[in-house]
């Protein structure tokens, strides 16, 4: 099965597009973890247990992780493997590329070691950079579009041959797509972006940064994302989860954040 098989199936199982973004941050964490062995991986396992009910997929960061050191790593290792017991794809934010035979490399860390089910990849080198991803069939690739940082203006805005270079990167890209395993990360906080890039992908999955602590809409995106299948969206929220309470109750607000979350997003499906 496909990353975006197992995807699509766990969206519709729970009837949920949320995307748990396991971004975790040692200085963060609840101070009562911090006596685990791997505090990490608990406070992981504690969030993902408690949302795994209403969430399709979940989305570690990698940095959060390799600033760590070696620790760290394991603990994301350790986090990959839990998730796959319970069945559970997942994502990683690598924004990974280089040159052709790098690339391949930095492939087989995250899909091969790691175990990941897609990432997300960085496409300003161009085909032959982003060809040895994409050779990986069954994986699911992100690749940058319209990004969620205010900075994202600076590039991927600009005016080439009439249209904005952000327009470029999902032609290229569906053009490269020959194993049809690309998907495209645009941000919530460019709601207007968003449909021009669905109008141009129509099949395509979105992956959705924004929503939460960066305040994109979730009724806009909804609006200018959704397939006409009522799918091909994954909304991530991070910070507006995991980071729900800083106390011993962090479970429980951290389900109780993602149900919301869901249901108002089913609001939208519907609609």
Known sequence: MTFFEKLEKAQKDKNSLVCVGLDTDIEKIPKHLLTEKDPIFSFNKAIIDAT??????????????????????????????????????VIVDAKRNDIGNTAELYARELFGNFGF????????????SVRPFLAHADKGIFI???????????????????????????????????????GFVVGATAPEQLLE?????????????????????????????????????????????????SGEDFTEKAKEETLKLRDEINRYRNV
């Open 52 to 89: 795994k009910d209403f969430a399709s997929t979940y989305k570690p960061n990698i940095p959060f992780y390799a600033a760590q050191g070696n620790e760290g790593l394991d603990s994301l290792k350790r986090t990959v493997e839990y998730l796959h017991t319970l069945d559970i794809p």
């Open 144 to 182: 940058l579009t319209k990004t969620s940082n205010p900075g994202s203006k600076d590039f991927q805005d600009l005016i080439f041959e009439g249209k904005p270079l952000y327009q470029h990167v999902v032609e290229k890209s569906l053009s490269w797509d020959v194993n049809g395993n690309a």
């Open 197 to 245: 890039v669905r109008t141009l992908a129509p099949k395509s999955t979105f992956l959705i940064p924004g929503i939460g602590a960066q305040g994109g809409d979730i009724q806009a995106t909804m609006k200018n994302g959704l397939r006409e299948d009522g799918l091909g969206l994954i909304i991530n929220s991070s910070r507006g989860i995991i980071y729900a309470s």
């Open 117 to 128: 089910d897609a990432m997300t990849v960085n496409p300003y080198m161009g085909e032959d």
